[in-house]
Protein backbone atom coordinates (compact mmCIF):
# COMPACT_ATOMS: atom_id res chain seq x y z
CA UNK A 1 0.00 0.00 0.00
CA UNK A 2 1.43 3.15 -0.98
CA UNK A 3 2.60 6.04 1.50
CA UNK A 4 -0.19 8.48 0.28
CA UNK A 5 -1.70 11.67 1.60
CA UNK A 6 -4.38 14.73 -0.03
CA UNK A 7 -3.51 18.31 -0.28
CA UNK A 8 -6.50 20.76 0.04
CA UNK A 9 -6.21 20.82 -3.87
CA UNK A 10 -7.34 17.17 -3.70
CA UNK A 11 -3.55 16.50 -5.15
CA UNK A 12 -2.21 12.68 -4.47
CA UNK A 13 0.81 12.61 -3.03
CA UNK A 14 3.21 9.50 -3.58
CA UNK A 15 6.46 9.80 -1.15
CA UNK A 16 8.02 7.96 -3.54
CA UNK A 17 7.28 9.45 -6.78
CA UNK A 18 8.13 12.87 -5.12
CA UNK A 19 11.41 11.38 -4.21
CA UNK A 20 11.95 10.31 -7.81
CA UNK A 21 10.78 14.03 -8.85
CA UNK A 22 13.35 15.65 -6.47
CA UNK A 23 15.97 13.23 -7.32
CA UNK A 24 15.47 15.03 -11.26
CA UNK A 25 15.19 18.30 -10.56
CA UNK A 26 18.92 17.82 -8.04
CA UNK A 27 20.18 15.86 -11.15
CA UNK A 28 18.88 18.66 -13.85
CA UNK A 29 20.70 21.37 -11.90
CA UNK A 30 23.77 18.44 -11.49
CA UNK A 31 23.49 18.73 -15.48
CA UNK A 32 23.52 22.44 -15.79
CA UNK A 33 26.35 22.86 -13.70
CA UNK A 34 28.40 20.16 -15.61
CA UNK A 35 27.60 21.81 -19.06
CA UNK A 36 29.01 25.40 -17.65
CA UNK A 37 31.84 23.97 -15.84
CA UNK A 38 32.78 22.07 -19.43
CA UNK A 39 32.24 24.92 -21.56
CA UNK A 40 33.30 27.86 -19.45
CA UNK A 41 36.47 29.69 -20.98
CA UNK A 42 38.27 31.32 -17.94
CA UNK A 43 39.90 29.44 -14.66
CA UNK A 44 38.25 30.90 -12.17
CA UNK A 45 35.12 29.13 -13.56
CA UNK A 46 35.99 26.27 -15.25
CA UNK A 47 38.33 25.27 -12.57
CA UNK A 48 37.50 27.14 -9.32
CA UNK A 49 33.77 25.88 -10.00
CA UNK A 50 33.47 29.52 -8.63
CA UNK A 51 29.48 29.63 -10.42
CA UNK A 52 26.09 27.71 -9.65
CA UNK A 53 22.90 26.56 -11.14
CA UNK A 54 19.26 26.11 -10.12
CA UNK A 55 16.27 25.49 -11.17
CA UNK A 56 13.27 27.52 -10.21
CA UNK A 57 9.36 27.31 -10.40
CA UNK A 58 7.52 30.01 -13.13
CA UNK A 59 6.92 32.08 -9.33
CA UNK A 60 10.59 32.34 -9.18
CA UNK A 61 11.18 29.69 -6.28
CA UNK A 62 14.10 27.13 -6.24
CA UNK A 63 12.99 23.73 -6.68
CA UNK A 64 17.18 22.41 -6.67
CA UNK A 65 20.55 24.15 -6.83
CA UNK A 66 23.63 22.18 -8.86
CA UNK A 67 26.76 21.45 -6.75
CA UNK A 68 29.11 24.22 -6.30
CA UNK A 69 28.60 27.24 -4.31
CA UNK A 70 26.58 26.86 -1.11
CA UNK A 71 26.37 30.55 -0.65
CA UNK A 72 24.26 31.27 -3.64
CA UNK A 73 21.82 29.10 -2.41
CA UNK A 74 18.97 31.78 -1.07
CA UNK A 75 20.14 34.38 -3.67
CA UNK A 76 18.11 33.15 -6.45
CA UNK A 77 14.72 33.79 -4.84
CA UNK A 78 15.55 37.11 -4.13
CA UNK A 79 16.67 38.01 -7.69
CA UNK A 80 14.33 36.42 -9.61
CA UNK A 81 11.45 38.20 -7.06
CA UNK A 82 12.95 41.23 -8.41
CA UNK A 83 13.06 40.21 -12.23
CA UNK A 84 9.45 38.88 -12.46
CA UNK A 85 8.31 42.01 -10.87
CA UNK A 86 10.08 44.21 -13.24
CA UNK A 87 9.35 42.12 -15.91
CA UNK A 88 5.47 41.11 -15.27
CA UNK A 89 3.87 40.59 -18.66
CA UNK A 90 6.46 40.77 -20.73
CA UNK A 91 8.44 37.62 -20.39
CA UNK A 92 8.46 35.59 -23.63
CA UNK A 93 9.63 32.88 -25.39
CA UNK A 94 13.54 32.49 -25.86
CA UNK A 95 14.08 35.41 -24.19
CA UNK A 96 17.35 35.08 -22.02
CA UNK A 97 18.25 37.68 -18.92
CA UNK A 98 21.42 39.33 -18.25
CA UNK A 99 22.31 41.22 -14.37
CA UNK A 100 24.89 41.54 -12.04
CA UNK A 101 23.65 45.03 -10.10
CA UNK A 102 23.84 44.46 -6.49
CA UNK A 103 21.03 47.76 -5.75
CA UNK A 104 19.24 47.74 -8.76
CA UNK A 105 18.97 43.75 -9.63
CA UNK A 106 19.67 41.93 -5.83
CA UNK A 107 22.90 40.45 -7.24
CA UNK A 108 25.60 39.86 -5.28
CA UNK A 109 29.08 41.63 -6.39
CA UNK A 110 29.62 42.73 -10.15
CA UNK A 111 31.78 40.05 -11.40
CA UNK A 112 28.95 37.81 -10.17
CA UNK A 113 26.62 37.46 -13.59
CA UNK A 114 22.96 35.90 -13.64
CA UNK A 115 21.57 34.37 -16.97
CA UNK A 116 18.30 33.44 -16.54
CA UNK A 117 16.38 31.98 -18.50
CA UNK A 118 12.25 31.29 -18.75
CA UNK A 119 11.36 27.70 -19.97
CA UNK A 120 8.29 28.04 -21.86
CA UNK A 121 6.08 24.20 -22.26
CA UNK A 122 3.41 24.75 -24.49
CA UNK A 123 3.36 28.28 -24.67
CA UNK A 124 3.79 28.73 -21.12
CA UNK A 125 6.39 29.74 -18.35
CA UNK A 126 6.57 26.43 -16.73
CA UNK A 127 10.24 26.80 -14.69
CA UNK A 128 12.91 28.78 -15.25
CA UNK A 129 16.83 27.98 -15.44
CA UNK A 130 19.11 30.64 -13.69
CA UNK A 131 23.00 30.23 -13.46
CA UNK A 132 25.70 32.61 -11.68
CA UNK A 133 29.05 32.58 -12.44
CA UNK A 134 31.80 34.76 -11.10
CA UNK A 135 33.85 36.39 -14.35
CA UNK A 136 37.71 37.11 -14.54
CA UNK A 137 37.12 40.81 -15.21
CA UNK A 138 34.08 43.34 -15.41
CA UNK A 139 36.18 46.60 -15.43
CA UNK A 140 36.36 49.05 -12.81
CA UNK A 141 39.72 50.30 -11.22
CA UNK A 142 41.58 46.94 -10.09
CA UNK A 143 41.66 43.89 -12.67
CA UNK A 144 39.66 40.99 -11.67
CA UNK A 145 36.64 43.32 -10.37
CA UNK A 146 37.84 42.68 -6.51
CA UNK A 147 38.63 46.26 -6.05
CA UNK A 148 38.95 46.42 -2.11
CA UNK A 149 40.06 49.95 -1.39
CA UNK A 150 37.14 51.22 -4.06
CA UNK A 151 34.50 53.60 -2.10
CA UNK A 152 31.48 53.08 -4.34
CA UNK A 153 29.91 50.76 -6.41
CA UNK A 154 30.69 52.75 -9.38
CA UNK A 155 34.75 52.31 -9.10
CA UNK A 156 34.38 48.34 -9.20
CA UNK A 157 32.90 47.85 -13.02
CA UNK A 158 30.30 47.56 -15.15
CA UNK A 159 26.68 47.34 -13.33
CA UNK A 160 24.10 45.56 -15.61
CA UNK A 161 20.49 46.16 -13.87
CA UNK A 162 18.14 43.09 -15.61
CA UNK A 163 18.38 43.30 -19.19
CA UNK A 164 17.24 41.02 -21.83
CA UNK A 165 20.08 39.78 -23.17
CA UNK A 166 18.37 38.22 -26.07
CA UNK A 167 14.63 38.82 -27.34
CA UNK A 168 12.49 36.24 -28.65
CA UNK A 169 15.95 34.73 -30.00
CA UNK A 170 17.89 37.61 -30.65
CA UNK A 171 20.83 38.83 -28.92
CA UNK A 172 21.05 42.32 -27.79
CA UNK A 173 24.49 43.05 -29.80
CA UNK A 174 24.73 46.35 -28.93
CA UNK A 175 24.95 45.14 -24.97
CA UNK A 176 27.20 42.23 -26.27
CA UNK A 177 29.80 44.75 -27.88
CA UNK A 178 29.43 47.20 -24.62
CA UNK A 179 30.69 44.69 -22.58
CA UNK A 180 33.67 43.29 -24.51
CA UNK A 181 34.72 47.13 -24.63
CA UNK A 182 34.51 47.21 -20.99
CA UNK A 183 36.37 44.52 -19.68
CA UNK A 184 40.22 43.87 -19.77
CA UNK A 185 39.44 39.50 -20.90
CA UNK A 186 36.72 39.88 -23.46
CA UNK A 187 37.03 36.26 -25.08
CA UNK A 188 36.60 35.03 -21.45
CA UNK A 189 34.09 36.74 -20.04
CA UNK A 190 31.61 36.65 -23.51
CA UNK A 191 32.78 32.97 -23.67
CA UNK A 192 32.05 32.22 -19.86
CA UNK A 193 28.46 34.11 -20.79
CA UNK A 194 28.04 31.35 -23.37
CA UNK A 195 28.79 28.93 -21.22
CA UNK A 196 25.96 29.78 -18.90
CA UNK A 197 23.38 30.36 -21.58
CA UNK A 198 24.44 26.85 -22.72
CA UNK A 199 23.64 25.84 -19.14
CA UNK A 200 20.34 27.30 -18.97
CA UNK A 201 19.63 25.74 -22.26
CA UNK A 202 20.48 21.98 -20.85
CA UNK A 203 17.94 22.69 -18.30
CA UNK A 204 15.36 23.53 -20.83
CA UNK A 205 16.29 20.32 -21.73
CA UNK A 206 15.67 18.31 -18.61
CA UNK A 207 12.36 19.90 -17.80
CA UNK A 208 11.36 19.85 -21.13
CA UNK A 209 11.79 16.02 -20.78
CA UNK A 210 10.12 15.75 -17.43
CA UNK A 211 7.10 17.62 -18.24
CA UNK A 212 6.71 15.29 -21.26
CA UNK A 213 7.36 12.25 -19.04
CA UNK A 214 4.97 13.63 -16.19
CA UNK A 215 2.70 16.32 -17.47
CA UNK A 216 3.49 19.82 -16.32
CA UNK A 217 0.74 19.74 -13.91
CA UNK A 218 1.94 17.10 -11.58
CA UNK A 219 5.50 18.29 -11.67
CA UNK A 220 4.53 21.63 -10.77
CA UNK A 221 2.42 20.37 -8.00
CA UNK A 222 5.17 17.92 -6.50
CA UNK A 223 7.25 21.06 -6.82
CA UNK A 224 5.20 22.47 -4.58
CA UNK A 225 4.88 20.10 -2.80
CA UNK A 226 8.52 19.47 -2.38
CA UNK A 227 8.69 23.06 -0.54
CA UNK A 228 6.34 21.98 1.82
CA UNK A 229 8.37 19.27 2.70
CA UNK A 230 11.50 20.62 3.03
CA UNK A 231 10.04 23.41 5.36
CA UNK A 232 8.46 20.51 7.63
CA UNK A 233 12.04 18.70 7.19
CA UNK A 234 13.73 21.96 8.60
CA UNK A 235 11.26 22.82 10.74
CA UNK A 236 11.09 19.79 12.79
CA UNK A 237 15.27 19.60 12.74
CA UNK A 238 14.91 22.95 14.34
CA UNK A 239 12.55 21.43 16.71
CA UNK A 240 15.57 19.03 17.94
CA UNK A 241 17.62 22.10 18.87
CA UNK A 242 17.51 23.69 22.61
CA UNK A 243 15.35 26.79 22.99
CA UNK A 244 17.46 30.10 23.42
CA UNK A 245 19.20 33.16 22.47
CA UNK A 246 22.84 32.32 21.68
CA UNK A 247 25.67 34.90 20.67
CA UNK A 248 28.89 35.20 19.19
CA UNK A 249 31.09 37.98 17.65
CA UNK A 250 33.36 37.70 14.96
CA UNK A 251 35.84 40.00 13.22
CA UNK A 252 37.69 41.18 10.37
CA UNK A 253 41.10 42.24 10.50
CA UNK A 254 40.21 45.09 8.77
CA UNK A 255 41.54 47.13 5.57
CA UNK A 256 44.63 48.51 4.29
CA UNK A 257 48.24 49.04 5.95
CA UNK A 258 46.33 50.43 9.28
CA UNK A 259 43.96 48.25 9.15
CA UNK A 260 40.64 48.78 11.96
CA UNK A 261 38.87 45.73 12.90
CA UNK A 262 35.20 45.14 11.66
CA UNK A 263 32.80 43.58 13.88
CA UNK A 264 30.31 40.88 12.86
CA UNK A 265 27.75 40.74 15.82
CA UNK A 266 25.46 37.22 15.51
CA UNK A 267 22.55 36.36 17.81
CA UNK A 268 20.86 33.03 16.77
CA UNK A 269 17.31 32.96 18.25
CA UNK A 270 15.64 29.18 18.53
CA UNK A 271 12.27 29.26 19.21
CA UNK A 272 10.76 25.76 18.80
CA UNK A 273 10.48 25.08 14.87
CA UNK A 274 12.15 28.03 13.85
CA UNK A 275 15.12 30.43 13.97
CA UNK A 276 15.92 34.28 13.90
CA UNK A 277 19.09 35.25 13.04
CA UNK A 278 19.83 38.94 14.22
CA UNK A 279 22.79 40.82 13.09
CA UNK A 280 22.53 43.73 15.50
CA UNK A 281 25.95 45.07 16.55
CA UNK A 282 27.30 44.32 13.67
CA UNK A 283 30.27 47.47 11.81
CA UNK A 284 28.59 49.84 9.91
CA UNK A 285 29.23 49.54 6.02
CA UNK A 286 32.59 50.71 5.27
CA UNK A 287 33.87 53.02 2.13
CA UNK A 288 35.41 49.57 0.80
CA UNK A 289 34.73 46.23 -1.27
CA UNK A 290 33.69 44.53 2.00
CA UNK A 291 29.87 44.84 2.02
CA UNK A 292 28.09 42.12 1.20
CA UNK A 293 24.15 42.48 -0.50
CA UNK A 294 21.58 41.41 1.80
CA UNK A 295 20.53 38.67 -0.22
CA UNK A 296 24.27 37.62 0.07
CA UNK A 297 24.38 37.64 3.79
CA UNK A 298 20.69 35.83 3.90
CA UNK A 299 22.68 32.80 1.49
CA UNK A 300 25.37 32.50 3.91
CA UNK A 301 23.59 32.17 7.10
CA UNK A 302 21.03 29.63 4.59
CA UNK A 303 24.94 27.82 4.31
CA UNK A 304 25.69 28.05 7.77
CA UNK A 305 22.57 26.26 9.13
CA UNK A 306 21.93 23.75 6.15
CA UNK A 307 25.30 22.36 7.20
CA UNK A 308 24.49 21.67 11.23
CA UNK A 309 21.28 19.84 10.04
CA UNK A 310 21.19 16.28 9.46
CA UNK A 311 18.03 15.46 7.59
CA UNK A 312 18.03 15.14 4.01
CA UNK A 313 16.26 18.15 3.00
CA UNK A 314 15.73 19.05 -0.32
CA UNK A 315 18.06 22.05 -1.19
CA UNK A 316 14.98 23.91 -2.33
CA UNK A 317 13.68 27.37 -1.26
CA UNK A 318 11.14 25.83 1.34
CA UNK A 319 14.43 25.14 3.68
CA UNK A 320 14.28 28.85 4.07
CA UNK A 321 11.09 29.60 5.21
CA UNK A 322 11.69 28.77 9.06
CA UNK A 323 14.58 31.45 9.22
CA UNK A 324 14.69 34.85 9.36
CA UNK A 325 17.16 37.12 8.58
CA UNK A 326 17.93 40.79 10.03
CA UNK A 327 20.00 42.89 9.93
CA UNK A 328 20.05 46.66 10.80
CA UNK A 329 20.10 48.79 7.53
CA UNK A 330 23.51 50.70 6.17
CA UNK A 331 25.28 47.76 8.43
CA UNK A 332 28.03 45.88 7.02
CA UNK A 333 26.17 42.84 6.18
CA UNK A 334 23.13 45.42 4.98
CA UNK A 335 24.39 47.85 3.23
CA UNK A 336 23.05 50.80 1.40
CA UNK A 337 23.87 52.28 -2.07
CA UNK A 338 26.19 53.31 -3.11
CA UNK A 339 28.47 50.82 -1.08
CA UNK A 340 31.25 48.81 -2.78
CA UNK A 341 30.76 45.31 -2.83
CA UNK A 342 33.72 43.39 -4.71
CA UNK A 343 35.40 41.89 -2.15
CA UNK A 344 32.20 40.81 -0.28
CA UNK A 345 32.96 37.24 -0.29
CA UNK A 346 35.63 37.65 2.88
CA UNK A 347 32.46 39.17 5.02
CA UNK A 348 30.28 36.30 3.79
CA UNK A 349 32.88 33.65 4.90
CA UNK A 350 33.14 35.39 8.49
CA UNK A 351 29.17 35.42 8.13
CA UNK A 352 29.23 31.50 8.60
CA UNK A 353 31.84 31.54 11.02
CA UNK A 354 30.33 33.73 13.33
CA UNK A 355 27.61 31.84 13.17
CA UNK A 356 29.22 28.23 13.61
CA UNK A 357 30.53 30.44 17.25
CA UNK A 358 26.82 30.74 18.05
CA UNK A 359 25.51 27.69 16.72
CA UNK A 360 28.56 25.99 19.29
CA UNK A 361 26.48 26.80 22.01
CA UNK A 362 23.60 25.32 20.82
CA UNK A 363 24.45 21.91 19.02
CA UNK A 364 28.37 21.49 19.90
CA UNK A 365 28.69 18.29 18.21
CA UNK A 366 27.48 19.51 15.05
CA UNK A 367 29.84 22.70 14.25
CA UNK A 368 34.09 22.71 13.75
CA UNK A 369 36.67 24.91 15.26
CA UNK A 370 37.36 27.77 13.59
CA UNK A 371 37.97 27.57 9.97
CA UNK A 372 40.91 29.24 7.89
CA UNK A 373 38.53 31.50 7.28
CA UNK A 374 37.29 31.02 3.31
CA UNK A 375 38.93 31.44 0.21
CA UNK A 376 42.16 33.75 -0.40
CA UNK A 377 41.57 35.63 -3.76
CA UNK A 378 45.22 36.57 -5.15
CA UNK A 379 44.54 38.76 -8.58
CA UNK A 380 47.54 38.88 -10.71
CA UNK A 381 47.26 41.06 -13.38
CA UNK A 382 49.32 42.50 -16.47
CA UNK A 383 50.33 42.54 -19.81
CA UNK A 384 51.91 40.07 -22.02
CA UNK A 385 52.73 40.41 -26.20
CA UNK A 386 50.69 43.36 -26.13
CA UNK A 387 47.28 41.06 -24.56
CA UNK A 388 45.93 41.36 -21.10
CA UNK A 389 45.55 38.85 -18.55
CA UNK A 390 44.02 38.50 -15.75
CA UNK A 391 44.55 35.64 -13.33
CA UNK A 392 42.29 34.60 -10.17
CA UNK A 393 41.43 31.80 -8.11
CA UNK A 394 39.36 30.98 -4.71
CA UNK A 395 42.80 29.36 -2.84
CA UNK A 396 41.34 27.29 0.00
CA UNK A 397 41.18 26.00 2.27
CA UNK A 398 41.27 23.69 5.72
CA UNK A 399 38.60 23.56 8.37
CA UNK A 400 38.92 22.99 12.45
CA UNK A 401 38.36 20.48 14.80
CA UNK A 402 35.08 18.68 15.25
CA UNK A 403 33.48 16.63 18.51
CA UNK A 404 34.91 13.26 16.44
CA UNK A 405 37.92 14.10 14.29
CA UNK A 406 40.64 16.21 13.56
CA UNK A 407 40.17 18.97 10.46
CA UNK A 408 40.21 18.42 6.99
CA UNK A 409 43.11 19.78 5.41
CA UNK A 410 43.12 20.30 1.45
CA UNK A 411 39.21 21.54 1.36
CA UNK A 412 36.93 24.42 0.97
CA UNK A 413 35.42 26.19 3.48
CA UNK A 414 31.39 24.73 3.96
CA UNK A 415 30.26 28.27 2.15
CA UNK A 416 32.11 27.39 -1.39
CA UNK A 417 32.26 23.97 -2.95
CA UNK A 418 35.26 25.78 -4.97
CA UNK A 419 38.70 23.71 -6.05
CA UNK A 420 42.27 25.08 -6.07
CA UNK A 421 43.58 25.38 -9.67
CA UNK A 422 45.97 22.93 -10.82
CA UNK A 423 49.55 24.16 -11.18
CA UNK A 424 49.54 22.80 -14.40
CA UNK A 425 46.58 25.07 -15.51
CA UNK A 426 47.95 27.91 -13.79
CA UNK A 427 51.42 27.93 -15.89
CA UNK A 428 50.23 26.87 -18.87
CA UNK A 429 47.74 29.62 -19.26
CA UNK A 430 49.49 32.65 -17.84
CA UNK A 431 53.03 34.17 -16.75
CA UNK A 432 53.45 32.55 -13.32
CA UNK A 433 55.58 29.75 -12.09
CA UNK A 434 54.04 28.13 -8.97
CA UNK A 435 57.35 27.25 -6.65
CA UNK A 436 55.93 26.15 -3.80
CA UNK A 437 52.28 24.57 -3.11
CA UNK A 438 52.02 22.41 -0.31
CA UNK A 439 50.60 22.16 3.82
CA UNK A 440 52.38 24.30 6.65
CA UNK A 441 53.71 22.00 9.74
CA UNK A 442 52.53 23.15 12.83
CA UNK A 443 49.53 25.05 11.84
CA UNK A 444 46.88 23.45 12.87
CA UNK A 445 45.46 24.55 16.38
CA UNK A 446 46.05 22.46 18.69
CA UNK A 447 43.13 20.23 20.57
CA UNK A 448 42.18 17.09 21.28
CA UNK A 449 41.11 16.92 17.52
CA UNK A 450 43.59 19.08 16.19
CA UNK A 451 42.60 22.17 13.19
CA UNK A 452 44.14 21.44 9.63
CA UNK A 453 46.87 22.36 8.33
CA UNK A 454 47.36 25.56 6.76
CA UNK A 455 48.56 25.94 2.90
CA UNK A 456 51.18 27.83 0.88
CA UNK A 457 51.63 28.87 -2.32
CA UNK A 458 54.06 30.81 -4.03
CA UNK A 459 53.57 32.18 -7.50
CA UNK A 460 56.96 33.67 -9.27
CA UNK A 461 55.98 36.87 -11.96
CA UNK A 462 57.53 35.32 -15.22
CA UNK A 463 56.72 38.67 -17.53
CA UNK A 464 57.87 42.13 -17.16
CA UNK A 465 55.71 43.25 -14.47
CA UNK A 466 52.43 42.43 -12.93
CA UNK A 467 49.63 43.76 -10.32
CA UNK A 468 48.35 42.00 -7.06
CA UNK A 469 45.55 42.58 -5.53
CA UNK A 470 44.94 39.92 -2.30
CA UNK A 471 41.55 39.38 -0.55
CA UNK A 472 42.45 37.59 2.86
CA UNK A 473 42.24 37.28 7.06
CA UNK A 474 43.00 35.71 9.63
CA UNK A 475 46.18 37.40 11.02
CA UNK A 476 45.12 39.65 13.96
CA UNK A 477 41.82 37.60 14.80
CA UNK A 478 43.13 33.71 13.66
CA UNK A 479 41.03 30.67 13.44
CA UNK A 480 40.13 30.03 16.93
CA UNK A 481 39.54 26.40 18.90
CA UNK A 482 36.44 25.60 20.68
CA UNK A 483 36.09 23.99 24.18
CA UNK A 484 39.72 24.05 24.81
CA UNK A 485 40.76 23.74 21.18
CA UNK A 486 43.79 26.94 21.12
CA UNK A 487 44.16 29.00 17.88
CA UNK A 488 45.46 27.91 14.39
CA UNK A 489 48.05 29.62 12.95
CA UNK A 490 47.91 33.61 11.29
CA UNK A 491 48.02 34.24 7.72
CA UNK A 492 50.74 36.01 5.71
CA UNK A 493 50.90 37.56 2.51
CA UNK A 494 54.68 38.31 1.71
CA UNK A 495 56.70 39.57 -1.72
CA UNK A 496 59.94 37.57 -1.88
CA UNK A 497 60.22 35.69 1.02
CA UNK A 498 63.45 34.68 0.28
CA UNK A 499 64.92 37.78 -0.01
CA UNK A 500 63.93 41.47 0.93
CA UNK A 501 60.86 39.83 2.99
CA UNK A 502 58.14 42.33 2.81
CA UNK A 503 54.71 41.41 4.40
CA UNK A 504 51.02 42.58 2.62
CA UNK A 505 47.84 43.56 4.68
CA UNK A 506 45.55 40.62 4.57
CA UNK A 507 42.89 43.08 2.81
CA UNK A 508 44.99 44.97 0.17
CA UNK A 509 42.88 48.30 -0.48
CA UNK A 510 45.93 49.13 -3.17
CA UNK A 511 47.54 47.65 -5.87
CA UNK A 512 51.12 46.07 -5.39
CA UNK A 513 53.53 46.57 -8.29
CA UNK A 514 55.96 43.68 -9.27
CA UNK A 515 58.67 43.14 -11.73
CA UNK A 516 59.77 39.87 -13.15
CA UNK A 517 61.57 37.52 -10.80
CA UNK A 518 59.15 38.73 -7.79
CA UNK A 519 57.56 36.10 -5.58
CA UNK A 520 54.09 35.86 -3.84
CA UNK A 521 53.57 33.88 -1.43
CA UNK A 522 50.82 33.29 1.03
CA UNK A 523 50.78 31.45 4.08
CA UNK A 524 46.95 30.10 4.78
CA UNK A 525 45.89 30.16 8.38
CA UNK A 526 45.62 26.84 10.02
CA UNK A 527 42.08 25.92 11.30
CA UNK A 528 41.22 25.96 15.08
CA UNK A 529 41.53 22.77 17.85
CA UNK A 530 38.58 21.28 19.45
CA UNK A 531 38.98 20.20 22.86
CA UNK A 532 41.83 20.00 25.19
CA UNK A 533 45.45 19.20 23.34
CA UNK A 534 46.36 17.14 26.68
CA UNK A 535 43.44 15.24 25.68
CA UNK A 536 44.72 14.00 22.53
CA UNK A 537 45.65 10.46 21.99
CA UNK A 538 49.44 9.78 22.28
CA UNK A 539 49.34 7.45 19.18
CA UNK A 540 47.39 10.68 17.30
CA UNK A 541 50.47 13.07 18.49
CA UNK A 542 52.90 10.19 17.50
CA UNK A 543 51.64 9.87 14.11
CA UNK A 544 51.59 13.64 13.40
CA UNK A 545 55.41 13.75 13.98
CA UNK A 546 55.81 10.81 11.90
CA UNK A 547 53.60 12.61 9.01
CA UNK A 548 55.53 15.70 9.75
CA UNK A 549 52.42 17.72 10.60
CA UNK A 550 53.75 18.51 13.78
CA UNK A 551 56.91 18.84 15.15
CA UNK A 552 58.42 16.80 18.36
CA UNK A 553 59.34 20.36 20.50
CA UNK A 554 54.94 21.13 19.87
CA UNK A 555 53.91 17.64 20.90
CA UNK A 556 55.88 18.40 24.51
CA UNK A 557 55.30 21.93 24.44
CA UNK A 558 51.27 21.99 23.50
CA UNK A 559 49.84 18.37 23.56
CA UNK A 560 52.03 16.58 26.57
CA UNK A 561 53.88 14.06 24.61
CA UNK A 562 57.23 13.05 24.81
CA UNK A 563 58.89 10.94 21.74
CA UNK A 564 61.98 9.39 21.66
CA UNK A 565 64.08 7.89 18.91
CA UNK A 566 66.04 4.28 18.73
CA UNK A 567 68.97 3.24 17.09
CA UNK A 568 67.14 2.37 13.75
CA UNK A 569 65.38 6.07 13.23
CA UNK A 570 61.87 4.26 15.12
CA UNK A 571 60.28 6.73 17.17
CA UNK A 572 57.95 5.71 20.46
CA UNK A 573 56.68 7.65 22.88
CA UNK A 574 58.04 7.93 26.50
CA UNK A 575 55.16 7.19 28.58
CA UNK A 576 56.96 7.60 32.00
CA UNK A 577 57.34 11.25 30.84
CA UNK A 578 54.89 12.25 28.62
CA UNK A 579 52.73 11.47 31.84
CA UNK A 580 54.87 14.30 33.73
CA UNK A 581 54.51 16.82 30.88
CA UNK A 582 50.43 16.26 30.69
CA UNK A 583 49.99 16.68 34.55
CA UNK A 584 52.17 19.82 34.62
CA UNK A 585 50.40 21.06 31.49
CA UNK A 586 47.33 20.01 33.39
CA UNK A 587 48.27 21.62 36.38
CA UNK A 588 48.99 24.92 34.69
CA UNK A 589 45.42 25.05 32.86
CA UNK A 590 43.86 24.39 36.32
CA UNK A 591 46.04 27.39 37.82
CA UNK A 592 45.35 29.86 34.54
CA UNK A 593 41.58 28.72 34.92
CA UNK A 594 40.99 29.67 38.62
CA UNK A 595 43.00 33.03 37.86
CA UNK A 596 40.18 33.83 35.18
Same mark, same amino acid.
Given at each position: ? &??????????? =??????EIIKNSFDTIADDMAITLMRTAYSGIVRDSLDFSTAICDPEGLTLAQGVCTPMHMGSFFDAMKTLLKQYNGSIFKDD =????? +???????????? =??????????????????????? @????????????????EIFQEGLRIPIIKFSEGGKFNQALWDMISLNVRTPDEVLGDLQAQIASCKSGEKGMSELFDRYGVKKILNYGRQLQD?????????????????????????????????????????? !?????????????????????????????????? #?? @???? %? +??????????????????? &??????????? $??????????????????? *???????????? $? $? !???????????????????????????? @???????????????? %?????????????????????? *??????????????????????????????? &?????????????????????????????????? /????? /?????????????? %??????????????????????????????????????? =???????????? *??????????????? &???? #??
Amino acid at each position: M &SNTKKTKSSFE =IDSFQREIIKNSFDTIADDMAITLMRTAYSGIVRDSLDFSTAICDPEGLTLAQGVCTPMHMGSFFDAMKTLLKQYNGSIFKDD =IFIFN +DPFAASGQHLPD =IYIAMPIYYKNKISAWAVTIAHH @SDVGGIVAGSNAIGGEEIFQEGLRIPIIKFSEGGKFNQALWDMISLNVRTPDEVLGDLQAQIASCKSGEKGMSELFDRYGVKKILNYGRQLQDYAEKLTRAEIGGFPNGEFCFTDHIDGLGENPETLVINAKVII !SDNSITVDFEGTSKQVPAGVNPSFPFTKAATYAA #LR @SVME %S +DIPNCHGFTVPIKVKAPLG &SLVNPIFPAPC $GARGITGYRIIDCLFGALS *KAVPDRVTADTA $G $G !STLPTISGYENGKPFVFCETFMGTWGGT @SKHDGQSGVPHMGANQ %SNVSIEMIEIKYPIRINKYGFI *KNTGGPGKYRGGLGLIREYEILSDSASLNVR &SDKRKFPPHGLFGGKNGSKSYNIINPNSQRRILP /VLMTE /VEKLKKGDIFSHEM %SGGGGYGPPIEREESLVLKDIIEEKVDIKIAESEYGVAV =IEDNLGNLTVDK *KRTRLLRNELSSTSS &SLNK #LN
